[in-house]
Every structure is written in C-alpha cells, then in structure tokens.
C-alpha cells in the first residue's frame, strides 16, 4: 500500500502514539514540562519516524485528523500528567504544529473547544511552529497568532536559526518561546562559531522579552555553557530521551 492509504489506516486504528521529552529549567535544575512527539507504531514494519510520515500526511492533508488526534491527546495527557503529579500546575506540553494544520481556518476553534472539553489551563499547552512557516502569509499569520495568544496558549517558535525571519519581523510576533535549534547546540563546546550564535540568539531573545528553550543538550559541557549565558530552558538527551507514557510514569518522579 501506498504511504497515504497506510496513514488513514493507522488514523483509523489507533496506531499513533505520543512520546514526551522532558525540559528542565536550568536555574532551578526542575522539570518544567514536555515536548509532545508523534510516533507511528505500524503493526507489520515496526516504528516509522514522523520525518518519513509527517510530510506524506501534510501533502495529502491528513496532517488535519492527524494534528487534532495529537492536539486531543496531549490535553488529555496534560489533564492526567497534572493529576498523577507529572506536570507542575505553573508547567506545559509542547505541541508541533505543521503549516498546513496552522494555516486550517478551524485551528483556533479546535483548540479552544479541546481547552474546555479537557478543563486543563490553556497555559498549559504550547505550540510550537517553525521558523520557516512565519515566512509565509505574514498578515494571516499574525492573525492567527494573536488569536491563539488571546485563548492564553503559549506561542514558541521551533528550530529557530535555520530560516530566515528577519529581526524586524520576529519583533512584530505575538510569541513568548524560542527554541535554539539543536543543530547550534550538537558542536559545542568544540564549534566557537555555534558558541557566539548561541549566546547572541540567546541575548537578543531576551531584550525582545522572549524565553529561550536550547534543544539537543547532549553533554554536561553544554548546559554548562547554556547555563552561563543565561539560557532558560533546556532540552536533550542529557535530561530525557523522548518516552511512552508508561516509561514516564516509572521515570519521572513526584515533585511540589
Ligand atoms: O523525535 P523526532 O524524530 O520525533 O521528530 C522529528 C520531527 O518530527 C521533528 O521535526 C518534529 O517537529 C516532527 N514532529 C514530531 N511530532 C510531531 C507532531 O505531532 N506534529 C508535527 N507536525 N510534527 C511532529
Ligand atoms: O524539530 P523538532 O525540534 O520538533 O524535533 C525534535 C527532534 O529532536 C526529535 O526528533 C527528537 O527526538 C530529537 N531530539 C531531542 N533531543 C535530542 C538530542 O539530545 N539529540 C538528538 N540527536 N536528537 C534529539
Ligand atoms: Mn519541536
Ligand atoms: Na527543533
């Protein structure tokens, strides 16, 4: 079968799963929530990674069901992981949403109705968007973030580094996080031209007011580093390797 008839089966047969990565403030060294990643489990050829999927279900716009099976299932998560003491009340999951899922007129609807539906916080829950995706439709999608801003979701900008938002552009965003591309972290401390990129990505976030979440922390050598330049958050193989929900709740542990 072809990838896109095997997608709507899978939609159809629940065999999509959400793993979560944990993020850590590195301040105070706690647990500040997840980053939701999709996993294809196809009962015949094994785990499928979301970079061979996801692009075959944003072209055949399945990406929509399946956007709104992991919107749906991270809020119920998010109602759970709050209850069992997996996520603090003030902590978020991150969601990653694709161009064609934020560019989908009923995405602010579907979103605030599944906030409700859940009862969790809408503070809870974060999108995450690429860098790449603010380059297109710039009136509609400000529009669109500021609708979502309004609802009280956090607004985070994923593999930021790798576009080309200009400064003047990202000034005009209603957003709160961005995230640092892991491809700036991996080299360091050996890389000193990713190191100046960092502390500089890092530096102008701030006077734009904006959070900085460092992806792909490997090695203690670069927290250290995030650390000493002020980084807020931090994300990588270092803290937690992205895990089923049964393997999160043996491995993350209660805390106030
Ligand atoms: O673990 P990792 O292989 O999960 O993820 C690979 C890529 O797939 C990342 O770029 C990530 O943003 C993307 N991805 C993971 N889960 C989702 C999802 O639920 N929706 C979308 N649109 N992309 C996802
Ligand atoms: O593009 P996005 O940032 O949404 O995707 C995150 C991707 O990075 C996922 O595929 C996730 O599994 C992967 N990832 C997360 N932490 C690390 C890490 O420390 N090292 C590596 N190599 N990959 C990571
Ligand atoms: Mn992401
Ligand atoms: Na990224």
Known sequence: ?????????????????????PQVDLNTGKLIGYEALLRWIHPE?????????IPVAEDSGLILPLGEWVLRSACQHIKQFTERGLLP???HVAVN??????????????????????????QQLEVEITES???ENVDSTIATLNMLKQLGIILAIDDFGTGY?????????PIHVLKV???FVMDIPKDKDDMEITSAVIAMAHKLGLRVVAEGVEIIEQADFLKENQC????????GKPMSVADLYENIRNFD
């Open 133 to 135: 995706l603010l380059m």
């Open 181 to 183: 591309d892991r491809s």
């Open 232 to 239: 807020d958050f931090v994300q990588g193989y270092y803290y």
């Open 1 to 21: 079968l072809a990838m896109e008839a095997e997608l709507r089966i899978a939609l159809q047969q629940d065999q999509f799963e959400l793993y979560y990565q």
């Open 89 to 91: 009340k003030d902590g």
């Open 45 to 53: 050829k094994g785990f499928i990674p979301p970079s061979d999927f």
């Open 165 to 173: 938002s200009s400064l003047n552009y990202l000034k005009r965003l």
């Open 97 to 122: 949403i694709s161009p064609r899922q934020f560019h989908d007129a009923n995405l602010v609807t579907v979103i605030s109705d599944l906030i409700s539906t859940t009862g969790i916080e809408s």
